[in-house]
C-alpha cells in the first residue's frame, strides 16, 4: 500500500505492510547481511555493503547501475531505536565524482496484528522535484525486494 507523497517537492513518504515481524523487519534495516539482500533498487546489482548501526555510526554501500558504472551511497545514523525507528543521512556519489547534496531518511515501524509490520519511509531534503522522483522509483523498488527478502523466511 503506497501512501501519496507530500507536495512541495522536499520529500517524499512510502508505506508498506510487511507480514512479518516489527523486529524481523527492523533486522533487515540492520544487519548487514540482510540488507546485503534486498537494499538496492530493482534494476541496480549491490556490489559491497558496510554497516556500523549506532547513533553516530555509519553505513556505505556501492551498486552498479544499468549502465554498468558504480554509485556510492552513505550516511551516519543519527538514531537507532530497536525496533522502532531508523534516522540517518543519506549521500550519493556517481562515476564522474559529483555528489548529490545530503539528505535525511527516517524509517518508522509500527506492530500490527496478526504479526504485521507497517513501515513508514520518509526522505527529505531533497534538492529538486527530479531527485525526489528519482529516489522514489529506487525505495519502491528497494521496498519491493525487501517484501521478496521477507517472504523467504
Not at 104 to 112: D, G, R
Request: proline content about 5%; glycine content about 10%; some cysteine.
Amino acid at each position: 500500500m503506497n501512501v501519496p507523497m507530500k507536495p512541495g517537492g522536499e520529500q517524499l513518504e512510502l508505506s508498506r505492510v510487511y507480514n512479518a515481524s516489527r523486529e524481523r523487519v527492523f533486522a533487515a534495516w540492520t544487519d548487514p547481511d540482510k540488507a546485503a539482500r534486498w537494499w538496492v533498487p530493482q534494476d541496480c546489482e549491490l556490489v559491497s555493503t558496510k554497516m556500523d548501526v549506532r547513533p553516530g555510526g555509519g553505513w556505505h554501500r556501492r551498486m552498479k547501475v544499468p549502465d554498468g558504472t558504480i554509485i556510492a551511497k552513505w550516511g551516519e545514523y543519527l538514531e537507532v531505536v530497536s525496533p522502532e525507528r531508523l534516522v540517518f543521512t543519506y549521500n550519493s556519489q556517481y562515476a564522474d565524482g559529483t555528489t548529490d547534496p545530503e539528505t535525511l531518511v527516517t524509517v518508522t515501524l509500527e506492530a500490527l496484528a496478526g504479526n504485521r509490520t507497517r513501515l513508514t519511509l520518509r526522505h527529505e531534503r531533497f534538492w529538486s522535484d527530479s531527485a525526489r522522483i528519482g529516489h522514489t522509483g529506487g525505495w519502491t523498488g528497494a521496498l519491493e525486494r525487501l517484501l521478496l527478502h521477507l517472504s523467504e523466511g
